[in-house]
Every structure is written in structure tokens, then in C-alpha cells.
């Protein structure tokens, strides 16, 4: 349920910033939703793109912004990967692909084969843009 109204607001969000002139509405919600601290954040379209998809799959079982949960937190890896190439980006969606463990520590992160590499791509951008 709680997901459901994750997703809804997620594509209000999107549907809503099709019309550009002055959404406040929508950015409000993204800022409820991922507790962006920013506005620049929300109007970001990687940002946006990435929350969608995060949205409809199930990170948030195991990751939250700014507390780990069975999975780090998305600031603590937003911090660990700043500045580094972005061939990172690359990287880290493989991994969210074909899941994996050991870098964190012992828990595993399952597969998302259903995600393609340019979706998994989106859902790093915006994880990266969470660093405080
Ligand atoms: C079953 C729980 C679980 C789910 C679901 C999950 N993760 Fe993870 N995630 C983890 C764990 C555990 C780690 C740490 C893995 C490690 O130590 O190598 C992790 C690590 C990561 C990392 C950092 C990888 C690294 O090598 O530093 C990213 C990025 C990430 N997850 C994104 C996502 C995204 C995006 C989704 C949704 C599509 C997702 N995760 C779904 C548990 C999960």
C-alpha cells in the first residue's frame, strides 16, 4: 500500500513537470517523497528519472536515504563513489543487475534482471545526487 502511494506520487511528480511553468505542486511532493533537501534536486531530471524508477522496483525494502537499512544508505554510498568517473555509474548499475555483497559487508543485494542497464543507470544518478 505504502509502495502503491510511492508510485502514484512518483508519476504525479512526473506527469506534473511536463508543464514547466512554475509546478510547485510537484516539486513539493518530491521533496516529501525522497526528502530531497534541495530544490534544484527536484527539478533535476536524473533525479527525477531515477526516483521513478526506484519507485516502481524494490529498493526501498532495503535502502533508505539516510539510515541503512539491510542495505547501506543511499548519502552513505552517494559519499563513498563522489567524484569519481563515470564509469562508477556503469559499474554500480551492473551490480544492481546481477546484485552482490562484500563491499558493505556480508548481506546480499538481489539481482534486478528485470532492470536494464540504462534504467539501472538512471536509479545511480539519482543515489549519487542524495551525497549531503
Ligand atoms: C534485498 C535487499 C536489497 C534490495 C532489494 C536492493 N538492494 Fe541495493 N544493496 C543491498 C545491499 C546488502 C548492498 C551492499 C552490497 C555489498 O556490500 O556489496 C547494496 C548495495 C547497493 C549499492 C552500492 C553497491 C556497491 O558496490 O557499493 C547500490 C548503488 C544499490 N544497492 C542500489 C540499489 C537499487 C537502485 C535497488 C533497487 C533497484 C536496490 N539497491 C535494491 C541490498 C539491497
Not at 110 to 123: G, M, N, V
Request: glycine content about 8%.
Amino acid at each position: 500500500m505504502k509502495r502503491l502511494l510511492i508510485v502514484t506520487v512518483a508519476l504525479t511528480m512526473l506527469a506534473s513537470c511536463g508543464n514547466n511553468d512554475g509546478t510547485k505542486g510537484g516539486e513539493k511532493k518530491a521533496d516529501t517523497v525522497a526528502k530531497a533537501e534541495t530544490k534544484d534536486l527536484s527539478e533535476n531530471p536524473d533525479y527525477q528519472k531515477g526516483l521513478a524508477i526506484e519507485a516502481a522496483s524494490d529498493c526501498a525494502t532495503c535502502h533508505k536515504i539516510d539510515e541503512k537499512v539491510q542495505g547501506p544508505a543511499y548519502q552513505d554510498i552517494a559519499k563513498k563513489y563522489a567524484g569519481l568517473p563515470d564509469t562508477i555509474v556503469t559499474h554500480l548499475a551492473k551490480k544492481i543487475i546481477s546484485g552482490g555483497t562484500g563491499v558493505w559487508g556480508e548481506i546480499l543485494m538481489i539481482p534486478h534482471p528485470q532492470l536494464s542497464q540504462a534504467d539501472a543507470e538512471a536509479a545511480v544518478k539519482y543515489i549519487l545526487l542524495l551525497k549531503k
